[in-house]
């Protein structure tokens, strides 16, 4: 079941930018705990994997971003940390994906696969 969701997905021309918002807000999954979470995204162009984009510890300390992407998206988390962001700029074609926002435990490291909670998916589609 989606127990995060995300939302700021669109048609944006390449150059622009876009702003992901990721949040949880559910009896199985309430945003109380989820705040507590280390958080990123993953992205899945359309026929190809799904792949690893920016990750957050759940404190902010530690951050870590694609090479595909850094110096052009940021994470980030609101003040209280009831929502993460992905801040998007100077997009290309070649970011059109489904864009999933998880949320984890433990938290990122590289090659991990199986992250504690997912959303539903929110599609950037960004034309040349």
């Known amino acids: 079941q989606e127990q995060l969701v995300e939302s700021g997905g669109g048609l944006v021309q390449a150059g622009g930018s876009l702003r992901l918002s990721c949040s949880a807000d559910?009896?199985?999954?309430?945003?109380?705990?989820?705040?507590?979470?280390?958080v990123g995204w993953f992205r899945q162009p359309p026929g190809e994997a799904r792949e690893f984009v920016s990750a957050?510890?759940?404190?902010?300390?530690?951050?870590d971003y694609a090479d595909s992407v850094k110096g052009r998206f940021t994470i980030s988390r609101d003040r209280t940390n009831y929502t993460v962001y992905l801040q998007m700029n100077s997009l290309k074609p070649e970011d059109t994906a489904v864009y999933y926002c998880?949320?984890?435990?433990?938290?990122?490291?590289?090659?991990?696969?199986?992250?504690?909670?997912w959303g539903q998916g929110t599609q950037v589609t960004v034309s040349a």
């Open positions: 998880y949320a984890d435990l433990t938290g990122y490291r590289p090659g991990k696969t199986e992250y504690d909670h």
């Open positions: 559910s009896d199985s999954f309430p945003g109380d705990t989820f705040r507590h979470y280390a």
């Open positions: 957050m510890s759940y404190n902010g300390g530690t951050t």
